[in-house]
Structures are given as C-alpha cells and as structure tokens.
C-alpha cells in the first residue's frame, strides 16, 4: 500500500486528503481505514512524504519542503545539501537550533537568481557521534576544542574515559550523552597523536569523514593467504585467453602504485580498431563475504589526501597482486572492442585473461611523445602503438562531441608537500592528449560492460547522471544575460547539447571558468543506482563503473556480477533474487561513502592550501572573483587557491550586496565588483586550522573585465 500512495501522491502533482486518498484505493470497512491511517503516519515518520497543516499528505518533491543535510558555516549560516537537488542557502536567524551535519527539512522561502534560499523546519536527525579536535584543561576539567569550527557545541571529556590524552593531543572522541542545551559529555576513542606531528591534520580530517586508516585484524589475517604471483595452474585456468604475448602496457601519473587498467591496441585488416581495456581482477582476491570484502565495502572508495592514499584493499592487493604492474603476470578482466571510424563499437568480448604489462608509462612522457614528438628514453618500441592509439582516441572524442558530451574544463590543483607533510608548491594538473586518451578509452570501456549487463536483463549497478531541471538552467542562461552575455539556447526538452552548446558560447568570455562552475552547479550529482537511467554529463545511454575496482567498490562489485552471470553463467533465480535485494543497498551506500570521500578530500586541499599561504603573507598575486556574498567576495587565484576580501576591508567607498547581479555596489563606484572580475590582492591572512585565507585589494589594483 505504501509505494502504491507515494505513486499517487506524484502523479497527482498536489496534496491530498485522507480521503481522497481513501476513495483512489476503494477502501471501505474501518479496518482498512485504520490500516490506511497507519500507514500514512508510517510516510510521515519515515520522511516520504508531508503532512500539511491542512492534513493533507504530498511527496517533499511536490511541495517547499525539502530534506537534506545541514553544511553550516562557522559566521552562522548554512546550506541545506539536498540529494539530486540545488543546495539551499539559509540564513543565521533560520536555523532554529541545527547545527553542523544534522539531518533537516527545510522550507523554501524564496529563489534569487540560481539560488534557493529557505528556512529550517525540524532537525529530523542529530548524527553527532564520532568527532576530532584538540585536548585542554579549563578549571580542573578536560574538554577538546573542536576541529570542526562549524560545529557550535561544548564537550567535556569524561576523566575516565581519557586513554592518557594530554593538552595538545589530536583525538577522537565518542559523544556519549548531551547534558543541557549544547553541552555534551563524551570519551576518547583514540588518541591521534601531537598536533604538531606529521601527518596528524591530515589524520585528524579522515578520522572526521569516518574514515578508517587502519585495516582490522581478520583482514590482516586473511592477507596470509593472499598470494604474490599468479600461480601457473591459474594462468592454464585462463590459457584460452593467454594475452601475455600481446603488447600491452599502462599509462598513468608518475606516482601511481595502484594500477588498475592496461590498454592495447591494433588496427584490422578491414580498417577498423581492436581495443583492449585489461582491468586488474581485484574480485577473484576479494572473495565476497569474506573480511576482506566485507571492510573494502564498507570503505567504498580509496580516498586521496594530498601526500598519502588511504587504500580500500591493503597495500599487498592494491599495490602488489592486484596492480598491473610491468614485466610481471597478472590477472585481468578483459573487455576488447572492435571500433570503426565513426567511433562506433561494432564487435566486442568481455573474459578473464592473464596478460603481463611490458612498459608504465607516464602522461608526462606520452604527452612529450603526442605532443612535442620528443620520444624519451625507453619508449622507443612504443611510439607508433601511441600514435594509432591517439587516432582511435581521437575518433572517440569527436563521436562523444557530437552526441553531447558535456566538458565543463574545470581545472584542478595538485599540493606539493614535503617529507613533514608541509605545503611547499600548489600547481595546476596538466591534463594533456594522455590523460584524455585514457579516458577516452576507459569511457568507451564502461558503456560497452554496461550495455551488455543491461541487455542481459539481470540486476546490475550502473553510474547514473540525471537530467537538470529546466528552471535551474533557465536561471542560470538568466544571470548570465545580466551580466551582459546573450546565450541563444532553447532550454525545451534539456538534452546534453543543449547544455554543450552553452558551454560553447560562454567559452569566449573572461568569466568562462568561473560561469563552468556555477552551470555544474545547476546540475544533479552522479552516483550509483540500480535502475538505469542514463549518464547526461557524458550522454551515454547506459553507462557503469568497471576500469577502476582497487579503488572503487562499485567496480568490483560490476566485476564479480560479470563472473557470476557471463563467465560462470550463473543466473538462477536465488542468485537473481540476492543481488535484486543486495544492490540498491551496495548502490546507496557507495554513493555516499563517495561524497564523504569528496568531502574529506576538499577539507584537506583547504588545510593544506591555507598552510602553503601562511608562508606568503604580504604577497601579491591576480585573481578573479569567484563568489560574491554580503559579508565580501571571494577570489581565486591563478593555482586556485581561494580567499575572502572583505566587505569591511573596502575602504575606498561604501559598498552594499546586490543579490539580483551577485555584485557589491559602491556608493560612488556604481559598477562595484562583480563575478568574474580580475583583480589584484595582496594575502592578508591565512589559518591552516580555519583552513582560510584572507585578501585584500592590492594598492595598484587593476579592476579589469
């Protein structure tokens, strides 16, 4: 009865009474009235759907209601992360008594420009369990001062409960109990260590995210077993596909340990291309159910943090058996591909193989070949394999284009620190035709294994990309027209090249990097599901995760459903029925240990982004501003490093917020500052424990569009 309401509830579009309701599923005795009010108050506490004042029930997509999680910030507002939806700004005075990380619904109040804003309603959910932060003393009492600065809270550390931490130690405290208003009592888990050690801050932000360092004992035990080569009985279990003549190798970044995929490449007789993606057979380690498979799920991702990784599978998988590393055998999930010139996959198979990787290449060195013809040494023998594979490279890309594969071109920071872990450099990733191949060829790699698992009919998990809403995209084609830039895009029907052909016209203008951002920010997030519905980002029809199982669950997880249904032919109905149970749970969770991992990882680029900074007081650099608020703007430097000028700190007028053109208008200077300016700042401040950074106007200031 319950889906069969919700189902009703949005096909109607509009809130309903009970009995309406009532008469739509042609109850008639009291006692289905009494089952029918049960289970409309069961929807209301589970939160899927809304109870108005009126008594009348509604989806929260069909009505202002909203439930999200609360991203608050330390000045006292917030924003509401709503799943698949735009983020809603709140101010201080809406909070009612939430605090950082607390589940809520939110009411949307109004909408300016591409942005909602709201108030909360009820805080549904307080996960306040695990937090980090530093030890002290205050009045013969132990409390820990909190990393999260956004967290509003006082805690005491109950002095039994300790584990020896001393004043300056970083740890882990378990909330035990909340004693009065925003005080609550809580307990050591772990002590991290000194703040001062190394690698402590970025210790201390995993520990945060929930994200264990440190792999359990039964796990450890199992790796006994593990072996480190492949055996010759294994190698004949696959002697059908003994690709260990062919030439293939890998490229990726000069420091990658954990290599998931190899390539190889021919052109036919008949003029089309054989590709071959080797993905490392990390499932046939990774036994399910085992400790080991159990901990990588619940991890769901490798998650990378500056100068270190912290891996899904231990280091003697994710480094060593699993890894395609070169001139040794390995184990390998083939899909190879026979490719025309229209970029079109005509022919492909997908079966164990065991191939041994002859060369690890390098972007930077594939990159000095396809783009200066300088070959480095060692890599004489490959040059014309690279070339055939930057033709078929190209095919693919031009066929991606024309279909409406968006490219939002945002570039990204890499952090250079030393061997303390200290910033010392921040340059931007060179992304070159290497790095473009290989996701060229990993793109076409993961719609061929989606395609057939989803053909198979069979419960699968794919990597899905919902289509934005049509009056987000409006809104933003709508700010842009105020800020002078006319887009001739007709929004009906939104497809990937509607949203293509805006990104094409903006890509002339000063403002393009920034704009990029806001329009991915008008677009829904990507995660996991059971039901495909398609990729729009990359308008693929079908689409999953297969080329990267050492640090993605999900991959292999689409691994071992091609070995139990295509290698194994196991397709049974109990085999059916476990995985139709298992999978949208698998997918959910993925999905958000991924933006947990995303999360951790933007905190820790800020940390270390404000510690590189506190080195360069008194600097100057250029910039652009990249948001506006009523408090000031923000600018980003050329190594996107970004901080705050504040409103106060604009001496030469008087400034107020213009929420219509997101701009700070002066009283005299009636243009004031807008997004997408450039500009020149001098670094004011900077607070690796804040994890800010402070500008202000340079002196020879030049305000440029």
């Known amino acids: 009865m319950e889906q069969i309401i919700i189902d009703l509830l949005e096909q109607e579009n509009k809130a309903l009474d009970f009995f309406q309701i009532k008469d739509f599923l042609k109850l008639e005795t009291a006692e289905q009235f009494k089952e029918l009010n049960e289970v409309l108050d069961n929807l209301e506490k589970s939160l899927k759907i809304v109870r108005t004042k009126k008594n009348k029930f509604m989806t929260y997509k069909n009505s202002n209601l909203r439930l999200g999680k609360l991203i608050a910030n330390k000045k006292g507002f917030g924003f509401v992360d709503i799943e698949g939806d735009e983020d809603v700004y709140i101010a201080k005075e809406n909070m009612n008594g939430a605090i950082h990380g607390d589940q809520v619904i939110v009411e949307i109040t109004s909408k ?7 108030r909360i309603v009820r805080v549904v959910n307080r996960n306040l369990q695990n937090i980090v932060g530093e030890i002290y003393n205050k009045n013969g009492k132990t409390y820990i001062d909190l990393d999260d600065d956004k967290l509003k809270i006082n805690v005491e550390i109950d002095p039994k409960h300790t584990l020896g931490a001393m004043p300056g130690h970083k740890v882990l405290v378990h909330v035990v109990k909340q004693n009065k208003n925003n005080n609550y009592l809580g307990e050591v888990l772990k002590v991290l260590g000194h703040k001062n050690d190394p690698g402590v801050d970025i210790l201390s932000i995993a520990c945060k995210y929930d994200i264990e360092t440190e792999f359990s004992d039964e796990v450890l035990k199992q790796l006994d077993n593990i072996p480190d080569f492949v055996s010759e009985k294994e190698i004949m279990s696959r002697k059908d596909h003994d690709l260990r003549d062919k030439v293939i190798y890998t490229i990726d970044g000069n420091d990658t340990k954990d290599i ?6 021919e052109k036919l007789d008949n003029g089309n291309y054989k590709l071959g993606v080797h993905i490392a057979d990390v499932s046939y380690y990774v036994k399910e159910g085992t400790p080991l498979d159990l901990e990588a799920q619940d991890r769901g991702t490798s998650v990378y943090l500056a100068d270190r990784v912290i891996p899904m599978i231990p280091h003697k998988l994710s480094n060593g058996i699993c890894s395609l590393n070169p001139n040794v055998d390995r184990l390998a999930i083939t899909c190879e591909m026979e490719i025309d010139s229209n970029g079109k996959v005509v022919n492909y198979d997908i079966f164990e193989s065991v191939i041994c990787s002859r060369i690890q ?7 000095q070949i396809l783009e200066k013809n300088i070959v480095p040494e060692g890599y004489e023998d490959y040059v014309s394999s690279l070339y055939l594979m930057k033709e078929l490279a190209d095919i693919l890309r031009t066929s991606k284009l024309k279909r409406g594969y968006l490219d939002f071109d945002i570039d990204e920071s890499k952090i250079i620190v030393d061997d303390r872990g200290k910033a010392i450099d921040i340059k931007l990733r060179n992304r070159g035709i290497g790095e473009n191949l290989i996701e060229d060829f990993m793109i076409i790699a993961n719609e061929t294994v989606a395609t057939h698992l989803f053909y198979m009919n069979l419960p699968s998990i794919y990597r899905i990309h919902g289509e934005p809403n049509e009056e987000k995209i409006q809104s933003f084609l709508n700010f842009v027209s105020i800020l002078g830039h006319k887009v001739n895009a007709k929004i009906k029907d939104i497809n990937p090249k509607t949203v293509q052909k805006i990104l094409d016209e903006l890509k002339e203008t000063e403002e393009f990097h920034i704009l990029s951002k806001l329009l991915l920010r008008s677009m829904q997030k990507a995660v996991y599901d059971t039901n495909n519905i398609g990729h729009f980002g990359l308008a693929s029809k079908i689409y999953t995760h297969f080329t990267s199982p050492i640090r993605r669950y999900p991959d292999t997880t689409v691994h071992r459903l091609l070995r139990t249904y295509l290698f194994q032919n196991k397709i049974d109905n109990e085999t059916i029925k476990y995985y139709e149970t298992n999978l949208p749970f698998l997918a959910e969770h993925c999905s958000y240990k991924e933006r947990q991992s995303i999360e951790c990882e933007r905190e820790v680029d800020d940390m270390k982004k404000a510690e590189y900074m506190m080195d360069h007081i008194g600097e100057e650099y250029d910039g652009v501003i990249s948001g506006v608020m009523s408090f000031g703007m923000f600018v980003e430097l050329d190594n996107l490093v970004e901080g705050l000028v504040r409103i106060d700190d604009l001496a030469d007028d008087y400034y107020t917020y213009d929420e219509v053109t997101l701009s700070l208008i002066g009283k005299k200077n009636k243009r004031g500052y ?10 004011k401040a ?20």
């Not at 290449?361 to 990159?367: C, K, L, S």
């Not at 807008?674 to 020149?680: A, F, I, S, T």
């Not at 994890?691 to 002196?699: I, R």
């Open 112 to 118: 300016k420009n591409i942005d909602l804003e709201g």
């Open 260 to 265: 998931d995929d190899a390539i190889s490449i």
């Open 361 to 367: 290449m390098t972007y930077d060195n594939v990159n």
């Open 674 to 683: 807008r997004l997408g300016d450039k500009l020149k700042v001098v670094v």
């Open 686 to 705: 900077a607070s690796k424990e804040a994890k800010t950074v402070d500008f202000e106007l340079a002196k020879t200031k030049k305000l440029t569009k």
